[in-house]
């Protein structure tokens, strides 16, 4: 199925759910409204000339600076069409919340803890949605913009002299 005719019957099931689409080099992508995320990708699943069947991936991006600061991006793969498509849902700063797809892709279940764990992005019905990279006891989210890089101290001095002095290969 051609991407425009995609775009065209999800604005037609869903004319409220779709913000933007656009394509570039061939892939599809369509920006959806938070609260309608469950009904397009349910209907991408299972419209029968569609059938969107497998998450291929599930990430956060944090955009600082920007209204919506945070975006959810859901890769989507039809086996039966060999087919893409790409949805995006942008969420605001203040509560970056989304519905959980756990309900229909269950590999959902551990892109999003990683998105919640590493960007603080919460998925609404999630069933266990808790760290899993970083330590229990770790505040915030790493990989936000707004958080400070950090660094570690060297346990050693470093000594030049001691080392250019047993260069392995030194000229003579």
């Known amino acids: 199925m051609e991407n425009a005719s995609v775009a065209e019957r999800l604005r037609a099931a869903l004319p ?6 656009h394509e570039h080099r061939g892939d599809l992508s369509i920006v959806v409204q938070p609260e309608a995320l469950i009904d397009v990708a349910r209907f991408l699943r299972d419209e029968p000339e569609l059938r969107y069947n497998f998450l291929e991936n599930l990430c956060g991006v944090d955009y600082l600076g920007r209204d919506p600061r945070f975006e ?5 793969l039809s086996f039966s069409n ?7 849902v942008g969420l605001p ?26 960007f603080g992005i919460i998925f609404r019905g999630h069933p266990s949605l808790e760290r899993i990279l970083m330590p ?6 790493p990989l936000r913009k707004d958080v400070p890089l950090g660094y570690e101290e060297v346990a050693f001095t470093f ?9 392995p290969y030194a000229q003579e």
């Open 72 to 76: 959810v991006v859901y890769h989507l």
């Open 136 to 141: 229990d006891d770790w505040e915030g989210h």
């Open 16 to 21: 409220h759910a779709v913000i933007a689409s």
């Open 93 to 118: 700063e203040a509560d970056p919340t989304v519905d959980s797809l756990t309900g229909l892709w269950p590999t959902a279940n551990w892109q999003e803890r990683e998105a919640y764990d590493l």
């Open 159 to 167: 000594n030049q002299e001691q080392i250019d002095a047993h260069k």
């Open 82 to 88: 060999h087919h893409r498509i790409c949805l995006k």
